[in-house]
Nanobody, 130 residues
């Protein structure tokens, strides 16, 4: 059974940094794509970043150069380092995973449209004040 548990959210001032973590179980990282999504109330869930089984990554244009996705294969943890945070980055952040040798781009697109295709955590709130 797959479980994902996010942590690391909080409140920070604009320009600050946060690192989100997602502890996973029931997944083999060599055959899964891991992603981060975010959602603001009243808006659709947005793909933020993804890391494929081969380690290749993909980012939303809005976070390129500021966010970094990484994984700890030995400890089954997914990370999202968020630097130079902006108020518009405020959202509930979710980690999500899809099994298979998928590219990060395709996984982000698929999970955005078909969320039931993947496994999701419960989310962690990030609030950035100006």
């Amino acid at each position: 059974q797959v479980h994902l548990v996010e942590s690391g959210g909080g409140s920070v001032q604009a320009g600050g940094s946060l690192r989100l973590s997602c502890a996973t179980s029931g997944l083999t990282y060599s055959s899964a794509c891991l992603t981060w999504f975010r959602q603001v109330p009243g808006k659709e869930r947005e793909g933020v970043a993804g890391i494929a089984n081969d380690g290749s990554t993909s980012y939303a244009d809005s976070v390129k150069g500021r966010f970094t996705i990484s994984r700890d294969i030995d400890n089954n943890i997914l990370y999202l380092q968020m630097d130079s945070l902006k108020p518009e980055d405020s959202a509930m952040y979710y980690c999500a995973a899809a099994k298979g040798a998928l590219t990060a781009d395709s996984t982000l697109a698929t999970l955005a449209q078909f969320p039931d295709f993947g496994y999701w955590g419960q989310g962690t709130q990030v609030t950035v004040s100006s």
